[in-house]
């Protein structure tokens, strides 16, 4: 298989961190690339341009990073990412993770093409209430919980996306504002498959 990623990109992260999770690292090859830059073999995996992109053993190419992970915890039966008796639990909290990571992700575009001052507009007022009410939600349903040893796609997705805001939007402040959730984060990302993917 073949993964396109950067080291920036929390949906790239996020489908490495299943493959890692998975046992699967060594049946791919990573390929790295600028998806701003129309790099030419993402283009032709991926007409959207987007990473992470996967390639599949049979040449099939898989794009957006939760139906990736979809396909690479179907592919192998060890440490199941997305448990069948835990179902909509565990999409419960992707989701929550990944709507972060969308607000998250767009604010940093935002601002990238249109200056910081994009923040005020009514698009970029709307994603930063998405972020404070995203956190405040996160904090009630993990904050007091007790990091249990097992992981699935939701606590991967949640603790990418939180990791990304304390990458790119630092004056988010929320490891400061809610400590209780900054442990459930730091209990997750203690795990290799996290400490090999840090964002740099
Ligand atoms: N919903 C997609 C989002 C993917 C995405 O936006 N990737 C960014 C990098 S973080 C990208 O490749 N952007 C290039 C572009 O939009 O042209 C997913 O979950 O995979």
Redesign the pocket.
């Known amino acids: 298989m073949e993964l396109y990623l ?1 080291t ?5 992260r996020l489908a490495r961190i299943v493959l890692l999770e998975k046992g699967l690292a060594e049946s791919v090859t990573l390929k790295w690339c600028d ?2 830059a129309d790099d030419a073999d993402l283009l032709k995996a991926n007409p959207a ?4 992109a996967l390639v599949t053993e049979e040449g099939t190419t898989l ?4 139906l990736i992970a979809v396909y690479l915890d179907g592919v192998s039966p060890n440490k199941p990412m997305i448990a069948q008796d835990s179902l909509g639990e565990v999409l419960h909290l992707a989701g929550l993770g ?1 709507n972060l990571m969308d607000a998250a ?1 767009n604010t940093v575009i935002a601002r990238k093409h249109y200056g910081n001052g994009i923040d005020d507009s009514e698009l970029g007022q709307r994603r930063s209430r998405a972020i404070q009410r995203l956190l405040k939600q996160l904090d009630g349903e993990l904050g007091e919980i007790q990091q249990t040893s097992t992981i699935n796609l939701g606590h991967i997705a949640t603790a990418v996306a939180l990791d990304y805001l304390a990458f790119r939007l630092p004056e988010a402040n929320w490891k400061e504002e809610y400590p209780e959730l900054q442990e459930w984060h730091a209990g997750v990302t203690a795990r290799a498959s996290f400490e090999q993917t840090a964002f740099s």
Do not use: C, K, L
Not at 49 to 52: A, K, L, N, V
């Open positions: 950067n920036t990109s929390p949906y790239a998806p701003w341009g987007r990473i992470p794009s957006e990073s939760m990944q992700f």
